[in-house]
């Protein structure tokens, strides 16, 4: 049974630093790995989609990477901002049943301080 | 453009009673499905659906039903609510990719379930 986590669950950072969220999966047969942010009593935002043949993805301050024969991908967010502050979730796609499923990290929290 | 749109925001229930929330969106997307999130336990997959007349269970879906009779709305019924049901449920959607072209998913804002 695939198993996303993520490491750590809160993080607390003062604002202009660089930093580094972490999410690994169990089982390397996915399709790809998304990156969400979710905003206090709102829904999940895909932030970044990386296909399972590729490396990495950028968006602006975000790159995500992808390392599937290690089940590991990181979220680095480059100079944090206070507005960055949200939770950030891993999930995976994988084939179930003849269809596509995704399986989600519990997320990880991330304070930026003024 | 709504994208998904998810109503009530907010409801709450008395143990037994049944309701439907409801998801509908815009994009026209063949994949549909129902998420829960609850403290500790992260986003479940209920029921999902990839295409009108097409569903199919996820994680859990005891308790709950799920029909899309059109590409726009996929509602999801709670037959006899429960205290367990108390969560917050999401619907999200997407194009249907083969695995090597999946869009990425879009999320309504939730819908915060009491059950008492």
């Known amino acids: 049974k695939q198993e996303v986590t993520q490491i750590p669950a809160a993080l607390s950072v003062p604002e202009g630093e660089n930093l580094v969220l972490n999410c690994s999966f169990t089982d390397s047969a996915i399709y790809n790995l998304q990156w969400f942010r979710q905003d206090p009593g709102k829904g999940l935002t895909s932030l970044l989609l990386i296909q399972s043949s590729q490396r990495e993805q950028t968006s602006g301050r975000l790159n995500a990477s992808l390392d599937k024969s290690s089940g590991r991908s990181t979220l680095y967010i480059a100079a944090s901002q206070p507005g960055d502050s949200a939770t950030y979730l891993c999930a995976v796609t994988i084939s179930q049943g003849g269809s596509e499923k995704l399986v989600f990290g519990k997320g990880t929290k991330l304070t930026v301080n003024p | 453009n709504a994208g998904v749109t998810q109503t009530p925001k907010f409801q709450v229930l008395k143990t037994g009673q049944s309701m439907t929330l409801q998801c509908a969106q815009d994009?026209?997307?063949?994949?549909m499905s129902w998420y829960r999130q609850d403290p500790g336990m992260g986003l479940r997959l209920i029921h999902y659906?990839?295409?009108?007349?097409?569903?199919d269970q996820g994680e859990v879906p005891n308790g709950y039903n799920v029909s899309r009779s059109t590409t726009e709305d996929f509602p999801l019924r709670l037959l006899s609510a429960a205290p367990s049901q108390t969560s917050v449920y999401f619907c999200?959607?997407?194009?249907?990719?083969?695995?090597?072209?999946?869009?990425?998913?879009?999320f309504g804002d939730g819908t915060r379930l009491s059950i008492l």
């Open positions: 999200a959607s997407s194009r249907q990719g083969r695995g090597w072209d999946n869009q990425p998913q879009h």
């Open positions: 994009m026209n997307h063949e994949y």
């Open positions: 659906s990839v295409g009108a007349g097409i569903t």
